[in-house]
């Protein structure tokens, strides 16, 4: 079974720091890797995408993907209060019809 | 641009009563459409999708059906809803083809008694 992990946290970081996510997956034909935040009580919004090894910079966000080690993190630079959700990774499964393996998120909270 | 549309917000049903969740998509053609339920403080857990009218696979048996009418539009179902079928229910689409992203509606938040 294709499974996609993340630290549940919370991880706690103070306001103006890097906050640092991790997501490791399994299924190593994947290809494309998403970030969604989830504020509570709302549904997932993607943030950041990313295909190729190496870094990607969005505004104040990085995803950086290493498929060798199986490996996506997300950095969130001058972490904001408004920051504090759930980040949720996505992996697309490599068998087919464009669906995505969720892990089940890290919380994150950011204070001032 | 491209927006969907889930309703209702929120839905209290009593055990053993049917189930209908309507989901469409507008300003993108032929989408794939996804339902999930989350469970609360869980992830995700992908509970049918389609590629087109019509078509429908199931991820996990269970008490729940889907059908897809029109070219956007997706709905859930249940004939008889458990206790077990409390959960944030959540609809997405995302373009066919290609290693896409998908984009979700706001979700249904479903309450059984």
């Known amino acids: 079974q294709k499974e996609v992990e993340q630290n549940s946290g919370p991880l706690s970081v103070p306001e103006g720091a890097i906050a640092s996510l991790n997501c490791t997956y399994s299924?190593?034909?994947?290809?494309?890797f998403f970030w969604y935040r989830q504020y509570s009580g709302k549904s997932p919004e993607l943030i950041m995408f990313?295909?190729?090894?190496g870094d990607k910079e969005d505004g104040r966000f990085t995803a950086q993907l290493n498929k060798a080690s199986q490996y996506v993190s997300l950095l969130i630079r001058d972490s904001q209060p408004s920051d504090s959700a759930t980040y949720l990774c996505?992996?697309?499964?490599?068998?087919?019809?464009?669906?995505?393996?969720f892990g089940a998120g890290t919380r994150l909270a950011v204070h001032p | 641009s491209q927006t969907i549309h889930q309703w209702p917000a929120t839905l209290v049903q009593p055990v053993g009563s049917p189930l209908s969740l309507e989901c469409t998509v507008e300003?993108?053609?032929?989408?794939?459409l996804y339902w999930y339920r989350q469970a609360a403080g869980r992830g995700l857990q992908l509970l049918f999708y389609?590629?087109?009218?019509?078509?429908i696979s199931s991820e996990v048996p269970q008490n729940l059906s889907a059908s897809r009418p029109q070219d956007r539009q997706f709905i859930l179902s249940s004939k008889k809803l458990l206790l077990s079928d409390s959960g944030f229910y959540l609809c997405?689409?995302?373009?066919?083809?290609?290693?896409?992203?998908?984009?979700f509606g706001d979700g249904t938040r479903l309450s059984i008694l």
């Open positions: 997405a689409w995302g373009n066919s083809g290609g290693l896409q992203p998908q984009h």
């Open positions: 299924d190593r034909g994947s290809q494309s």
């Open positions: 990313i295909y190729s090894n």
């Open positions: 996505a992996v697309n499964y490599s068998g087919g019809y464009n669906k995505l393996i």
């Open positions: 300003g993108t053609s032929n989408p794939n």
């Open positions: 389609s590629v087109g009218i019509g078509q």
